[in-house]
């Protein structure tokens, strides 16, 4: 585990998506969790970094990348898994996914394995406060229920947008569930002028 700021860590074993800690008074929290084949070496580095307990896990989206390996590692700690409302829906089978890939990943088999037994839904239309100090907002465009989450001026932003050249850009088109929702979505997130974005992939970098 390597630590990004004091009480920030990133889960270096989380594989295809990026996951990162958070020591917040109390309570630890896992942010997003990688792909289902990573689950065994994410639990073991969560082990090894010796945090009293895991308390919760807050995804930011359905992605396979994200939240796959969240039913190991609830499992193993009985933390309380977090996602928003529209995307649990998806994720449940309730929902059609809204893009052709993840139709596909769908079918494949992909979207919802393992399934994680229980889930606390976050709205779709306001911030929660999740953790004291830890803020979901939603964050739709990519998926309907994306959120991000706020902590000490770090935006934790997992697919609402990458980073470039100290710029907050989208994903291509074809991984965009909704336009016009995404380009709010990227909008608000730069408005809020994070010290510091930890994207769901590439590095923590810091805005232009």
Known sequence: MR???????????????????????DRSVLVDSGL??????????????????????????YDPDHVGAAAAVQRETGARVWLGEADVRILRGEAEPPTRVRR????????????????????DAVETEVVPGLV?????????????????????????????????????????SDRTAADATL????????RLVCPGHGAPARLA
Not at 12 to 17: D, K, M, N, T
Not at 37 to 46: C, D, I, K, M, N
Not at 155 to 173: E, K, Q, Y
Not at 187 to 194: F, Y
């Open 136 to 176: 979901a907002v939603p964050a739709p465009g990519h998926t309907p229920g994306h959120h991000a989450f706020l902590w000490r001026g770090v935006a934790f932003i997992g697919d609402a947008a990458r980073v470039s050249h100290g710029r907050l850009v989208h994903f291509p088109g074809f991984l965009i």
């Open 104 to 123: 596909w990943m769908r079918n494949a088999g992909w979207l919802g394995r393992p399934a994680i037994p229980a889930l606390v839904e976050l709205p």
């Open 36 to 61: 289902p084949s990573g689950a065994r070496r994410v639990v073991a580095e969560l082990a090894a970094a010796r945090i009293p307990r895991l308390t919760d896990i807050v995804l930011t989206h």
């Open 3 to 25: 630590e990004v700021i004091p009480s920030l860590y990133r889960v270096e074993s989380a594989r295809a998506g990026n996951a990162y800690l958070i020591e917040a008074g």
């Open 187 to 194: 909008g608000a997130l730069a408005a809020r002028r994070p």
